[in-house]
């Protein structure tokens, strides 16, 4: 069977290096724009990059009133384990040397000020009777809290009620780092084919049914012929599928969000002191990615901190793409879509174009409410971050991820953003699944599914405690990822 991915980022060389293991004789080719892999979104600081647990994340616990919805955090923190299983099998079959090189332990913490206490004091109490988050800690300490992330506390008054919760066995995750070791792995081992440096022109059926997609590079024009196409493209996702014509593309539309950080390099004993990414809570009206947290962030063996979101609105679908290739994957039948979302999430809207317009000064202002006297204590600098392309499905705003495959299964794509890379082996599973079950059909390849994930059914690692520790112990000691004792 031949298959075309199109992308070469998290999602696309995770689905290949995934399908190859189970398949070896599948022939596939990945077609991507950049000239590396990993180098749009999933690049180290194109995106918040630690991996999401929903340890510290609020609004994957929405409150209304007294009650806490956990749902979305069981099933986030399920498909992590399930993330970590391919990663450490990765480590175990050596094609990936260390696993510092992509994956470091980081505390996953969530702080709020007084406002909130009784918020997060509900969350800790309902996350914690869980053996998911049986190891979270919760104070509202002003000593112990500076102990676990004393920059947010070192020049905050002592006056300031605050609470915060903590998790020991967190982690930073560079995505481009490990997205460039599995595809060197996928071309070199698994005899996957990458193209870089080329761009899908138009994408669409041959009257046999194959996919055909005409693309152009350095070397010209050139035409591949797919039996099963696969397109983990980021934004560039929704202009493909308008140009399948499938029936289905007409219900999807994209809405684009970019963001900016502040960066700064911090040395190794720093990095030491501080070693965690520490979430807050959201304004009103901010969009989900948009929480503003501090974060270590490891790279190249080099240490940073990274503070944000600053969202903007940006009507791209890529970076390194413009306004008129936007404008160009729009149709008539997305204008309705469009309006609906500015008119139903017109605080959203407001929002984006108010922190679009958001200079250095008014930046360094929220870091400084976050984590008073930072903004002076290290060299920070304004970055770019990765462009978001979130779902607008039959004219309503969607926060999440969404598998699309065709009915005939010869065509699947991933559409919207968040959680996104941290849960991308355990999408990329349901995506095979669900795009080429033959996959699945032999005994051999089943033992090779199990050899890769002990458990991927997230039912069972939501209800089987004993399960769960079990396999969460071994991969944290394979990717060096161990829980620190209370002295």
């Given at each position: 069977m031949n298959v075309i991915i199109i992308g070469a980022g998290i999602m696309g060389t995770t689905f290949a290096t995934l399908a190859k293991e189970l398949a070896p004789d599948l022939d596939i080719t990945i077609l991507e724009r950049l000239e590396g892999p990993g180098a749009g979104n999933?690049?180290?600081?194109?995106?918040?990059?630690?991996?999401?647990?929903?340890?510290?994340?609020?609004?994957?616990?929405?409150?209304?009133?007294e009650v806490i919805s956990v749902e979305k955090a069981l099933k986030i923190h399920a498909q992590f384990n399930v993330a970590k299983q391919f990663w450490a099998y990765l480590v175990q079959k050596g094609a990936i040397k260390d696993p510092t090189s992509f994956i470091n332990q980081t505390k996953h913490c969530t702080i709020v000020s007084e406002p909130s206490i009784d918020e997060l004091r509900l969350r800790y109490r309902e996350m914690s009777a869980h053996h998911f988050f049986e190891q979270m800690?919760?104070?509202?300490?002003?000593?112990?809290?500076?102990?676990?992330?004393?920059?947010?506390?070192?020049?905050?008054?002592?006056?300031?009620?605050?609470?915060?919760?903590?998790?020991?066995?967190?982690?930073?995750?560079?995505?481009?780092?490990?997205?460039e070791q599995m595809a060197r792995y996928a071309v070199d081992d698994l005899g996957v084919?990458?193209?870089?440096?080329?761009?899908?022109?138009?994408?669409?059926?041959?009257?046999?049914?194959?996919?055909?997609?005409?693309?152009?590079?350095?070397?010209?024009?050139?035409?591949?012929?797919?039996?099963?196409?696969?397109?983990?493209?980021?934004?560039g996702a929704f202009p493909i599928l308008k140009k399948s014509h499938l029936p289905f593309a007409r219900r999807f539309t994209g809405f684009p969000v970019g963001g900016r950080f502040l960066h700064a390099p911090i040395t190794a004993e720093e990095a030491a002191k501080y070693r965690a990414k520490t979430y807050g809570k959201?304004?009103?009206?901010?969009?989900?990615?948009?929480?503003?947290?501090?974060?270590?962030?490891?790279?190249?063996?080099?240490y940073y901190l990274l503070f944000g979101p600053f969202a903007s609105f940006k009507p791209v679908l890529e970076r390194g793409r413009g306004?008129?290739?936007?404008?160009?994957?729009?149709?008539?039948?997305?204008?309705?879509?469009?309006?609906?979302?500015?008119?139903e999430h017109f605080p959203l809207v407001k929002y984006l174009i108010t922190?679009?317009?958001?200079?250095?000064?008014?930046?360094?202002?929220?870091?400084?409410?976050?984590?008073?006297?930072?903004?002076?204590?290290?060299?920070w600098k304004p970055v770019e971050a990765g462009q978001r392309v979130q779902i607008i499905r039959d004219g309503d705003l969607q926060m999440g991820t969404e598998?699309?495959?065709?009915?005939?299964?010869?065509?699947?794509?991933?559409?919207?953003?968040?959680?996104?890379?941290?849960?991308?082996?355990?999408?990329?599973?349901?995506?095979?699944?669900?795009?080429?079950?033959?996959?699945?059909?032999?005994?051999?390849?089943?033992?090779r599914?199990?050899?890769?994930?002990?458990?991927?059914?997230?039912?069972?690692?939501?209800?089987?405690?004993?399960?769960?520790?079990?396999?969460?112990?071994?991969?944290?000691?394979?990717?060096?990822?161990?829980?620190?004792?209370?002295t």
């Open positions: 999933s690049w180290v600081f194109n995106n918040a990059g630690t991996g999401h647990e929903a340890n510290c994340e609020l609004n994957y616990t929405p409150v209304d009133e800690r919760y104070s509202e300490d002003f000593d112990e809290i500076k102990s676990w992330i004393p920059f947010t506390m070192e020049e905050r008054p002592r006056s300031e009620k605050m609470a915060a919760t903590m998790i020991e066995t967190g982690t930073d995750v560079n995505f481009g780092t490990l997205t084919n990458i193209k870089y440096g080329t761009h899908v022109q138009r994408v669409h059926r041959s009257p046999s049914g194959s996919w055909l997609v005409e693309t152009r590079s350095r070397e010209g024009a050139a035409r591949y012929k797919a039996d099963v196409l696969f397109v983990g493209a980021g934004g959201a304004k009103v009206g901010a969009p989900p990615m948009s929480v503003p947290h501090l974060d270590l962030r490891v790279s190249d063996g080099q306004f008129l290739d936007y404008l160009r994957a729009m149709r008539l039948h997305d204008i309705p879509g469009l309006l609906n979302v500015a008119i922190e679009t317009f958001k200079g250095e000064k008014s930046m360094f202002e929220e870091l400084d409410s976050f984590a008073p006297g930072m903004s002076k204590k290290f060299d598998i699309l495959v065709s009915s005939d299964k010869t065509y699947g794509t991933l559409l919207g953003a968040s959680p996104g890379a941290s849960v991308s082996p355990e999408v990329m599973l349901r995506c095979l699944e669900q795009l080429i079950p033959s996959v699945f059909a032999s005994n051999e390849a089943l033992q599914k199990k050899d890769i994930f002990p458990e991927d059914n997230l039912d069972t690692l939501i209800k089987n405690p004993q399960c769960y520790r079990e396999i969460r112990d071994a991969v944290n000691a394979r990717l060096g990822i161990n829980r620190v004792e209370e």
